[in-house]
């Protein structure tokens, strides 16, 4: 085998390894998960301004 051959079959395992991943992440069975971790990101956002708020009342309360 020559160098050419060995280079089409790496393509075309690179090409099939993209495929499946693809598939992979547009899966149904994914979806649900990805939409859970793409929500959770403002999920810390709102734990952090309430803590951030709490911290200003005390602040405020101990002046």
């Not at 280079?7 to 547009?26: H, N, P, Q």
């Not at 899966?27 to 309430?50: P, Y």
């Not at 951030?52 to 405020?60: G, L, P």
Request: aromatic content about 14%; glycine content about 2%; proline content about 0%.
């Amino acid at each position: 085998m020559d160098y050419i051959t060995w280079r089409s079959i790496y393509t075309v395992i690179v090409f099939v390894l993209f495929i499946g991943i693809a598939l992979w992440a547009f899966s149904r069975k994914r979806k649900k998960q990805f939409d859970e971790a793409a929500k959770s990101i403002f999920e810390e956002d709102e734990l952090s301004s309430t803590k951030q708020d709490n911290t200003k009342q005390e602040s405020k309360n101990n002046e």
